[in-house]
T-cell receptor
Framework: KQEVTQIPAALSVPEGENLVLNCSFT??????LQWFRQDPGKGLTSLLL?????REQTSGRLNASLDKSSGRSTLYIAASQPGDSATYLC??????????FGSGTKLNVKP | GAVVSQHPSRVICKSGTSVKIECRSL??????MFWYRQFPKKSLMLMAT?????????EQGVEKDKFLINHASLTLSTLTVTSAHPEDSSFYIC???????????????FGPGTRLTVL
């Protein structure tokens, strides 16, 4: 069964820092990997989607990489802002269109 | 972009009652919808996959008689928590996937979630 792990579980950084969130998965047979943002008590906002054939995707200050063979993905956030504070979830899509989620990294960007 | 709504956003009910949660795809047709449950400070756990016009497929350990899922149209799926108990209190999130051949086919678009509290 696919297992998705996110490290660290929580991260606190001062505003302006660049940071990296990590996601690892045990089964490399995935269709894609998606990074989401979740604000407290809210649903999910999709940030970046990487297809299994891709190595990275970029959107603004966000860059996500995927190394399928090693079962790893990173989300790089440049010049972090207090508004980036949220929980970041990664999810991999496996067979039968099932998504397997990590437990998230709770990010706090201090002004 | 593809938008998914959920109703209600928050519900409080007494133990023993049933609660229905709706998930709608607003601007696209969703052949498949998914229901997730999220415990506090935990990740999302897939409960079931709902296909339009057919029975839902439940994940191992999820009681299908407890969590009734109906996907009667290409834009609406409902989750009914029957005879709810306090341990059913959770955050329930649905997602929808577009029909084959459309741009939304390879993604899942998530609703805003429903907070259920059973007293």
């Amino acid at each position: 069964k696919q297992e998705v792990t996110q490290i660290p579980a929580a991260l606190s950084v001062p505003e302006g820092e660049n940071l990296v969130l990590n996601c690892s998965f045990t089964d490399s047979a995935i269709y894609n990997l998606q990074w989401f943002r979740q604000d407290p008590g809210k649903g999910l906002t999709s940030l970046l989607l990487i297809q299994s054939s891709q190595r990275e995707q970029t959107s603004g200050r966000l860059n996500a990489s995927l190394d399928k063979s090693s079962g790893r993905s990173t989300l790089y956030i440049a010049a972090s802002q207090p508004g980036d504070s949220a929980t970041y979830l990664c999810a991999v899509k496996g067979n039968f269109n099932k998504f397997y989620f990590g437990s998230g990294t709770k990010l706090n960007v201090k002004p | 972009g593809a938008v998914v709504s959920q109703h209600p956003s928050r519900v409080i009910c007494k133990s023993g009652t049933s609660v229905k949660i709706e998930c709608r795809s607003l601007d696209f047709q969703a052949t498949t919808m998914f229901w997730y449950r999220q415990f506090p400070k935990k990740s999302l756990m897939l409960m079931a996959t709902s296909n339009e016009g057919s029975k839902a497929t439940y994940e191992q350990g999820v009681e299908k008689d407890k969590f009734l899922i109906n996907h009667a149209s290409l834009t609406l799926s409902t989750l009914t928590v029957t005879s709810a108990h306090p341990e059913d209190s959770s955050f329930y999130i649905c997602s929808a996937r577009g029909t084959s051949g459309t741009p939304s086919y390879n993604e899942q678009f998530f609703g805003p979630g429903t907070r259920l509290t059973v007293l």
